[in-house]
């Protein structure tokens, strides 16, 4: 009956490959031990997971390039003067 399942599994496996990879993607990469143990640490400690650590950081250093992605994921919601005039221009 086990080998059935295996055999089940790879046919599914081999069937839906190319849709898993156009779906998402894997990166291989590596770092060093220590740190990679702390980091795991962190995430089992505050119950997040690799995936919302990597589009935190995404975020983060998006923000740093985007003045506007900045200021909507940081809720700010005022302007500098010439922001207020190149608003005004078009409307």
């Known amino acids: 009956m086990e080998n059935s399942r295996k055999v089940k599994d790879k046919r599914y496996e081999d ?3 190319e849709e898993r990879k156009a779906k998402c993607m ?3 990469t590596s770092m ?7 980091i795991n640490e962190f ?4 119950g997040y997971t690799k995936v919302e650590l990597i589009q935190a950081g995404y975020e983060e250093l998006l923000a740093r ?3 506007d992605f900045a200021k909507l994921k940081d809720g700010y919601d005022d302007f500098f003067g010439f922001e207020e005039v190149d608003k005004k221009k078009t409307e």
């Open 15 to 17: 069937k839906h490959k």
């Open 26 to 28: 894997i990166w291989g």
């Open 32 to 38: 060093p031990r220590e740190k990679a143990e702390k």
């Open 43 to 46: 995430l089992k400690r505050y």
């Open 65 to 67: 390039h985007d003045t």
